[in-house]
């Protein structure tokens, strides 16, 4: 089982529409979770941190379920910038050597006029 | 202020040449990784630096490939001899004490034929 799985994707959504990433986590230990984007041909760039309380940003709104170790971001009203790759990325603790960054697939969003 | 930045940006070699790619992180960030992205998959470690010690290249394939950051600031990572299977971008990030927010380079997209 991969450490961290998410959706396949692509995602080919209407501008306007509301989308919605999951992901899983295979590690318990893990104790930081991010969303990354990665436009096409970019690297990737850090989108928002994933709180246990959930937290939103504007239309993103991430949420973290630590018993089913799963991960979700919505994105509201989708506007054609929003079209990337979105990275789930889980922080796995590694004994005296701080965390190690575990990344997705990656699941590809389009948003079409 | 700058970000890291990556050279080259393309390289096209044939099997079993040598290749090198060289990184300047951000100024002050003392943690420096290489990441390695394969096409349609999220990046994965090769190796990460506090200051100028590797402290873990747990996944680096030393047979092949090796790293240094001599005066904890700029890396090189090196692969010698080049596999067809090496084609891929090579990112690096850098990132500052305990913060988890990792600031990615552009990349260095390898070919190898």
């Known amino acids: 089982r991969k450490e961290v799985e998410q959706d396949p994707g692509p995602f080919n959504v209407p501008e306007g529409a509301t989308v919605a990433f999951n992901c899983t986590y295979s590690n318990s230990a893990s104790q930081s979770f991010f969303w990354y984007r990665q436009d096409c041909r970019k690297e990737p760039k850090l989108l928002m941190s994933?709180?246990?309380s959930g937290n939103e940003d504007g239309r993103f709104t991430a949420q973290l379920n630590r018993a089913s170790q799963y991960i979700s971001l919505l994105i509201r009203d989708s506007k054609l910038s929003d079209s990337a790759t979105y990275l789930c990325v889980v922080n796995l603790p590694i004994y005296n050597q701080g965390g190690k960054l575990i990344f997705g697939q990656g699941t590809e969003l389009s948003v079409k006029p | 202020e700058a970000g890291v930045v990556q050279s080259p940006r393309y390289k096209i070699i044939e099997k079993k040449q040598p290749v090198a790619f060289w990184c300047n992180p951000i100024s002050g960030h003392n943690t420096l990784y290489w990441y390695r992205q394969n096409l349609g998959q999220g990046p994965e470690l090769l190796i990460r630096y506090e200051n100028e010690e590797a402290v873990d290249d747990s996944q680096l394939p030393k047979d092949r490939f090796s790293a240094e950051r001599l005066k904890g600031v700029d890396s090189t990572l090196k692969i010698q001899p080049a596999e067809l299977g090496d084609s891929a971008v090579y990112l690096c990030?850098?990132?500052?004490?305990?913060?988890?927010?990792?600031?990615f380079g552009p990349g260095t997209r390898l070919t190898v034929t």
């Open positions: 994933v709180y246990s």
């Open positions: 990030a850098s990132s500052t004490g305990n913060s988890y927010e990792q600031y």
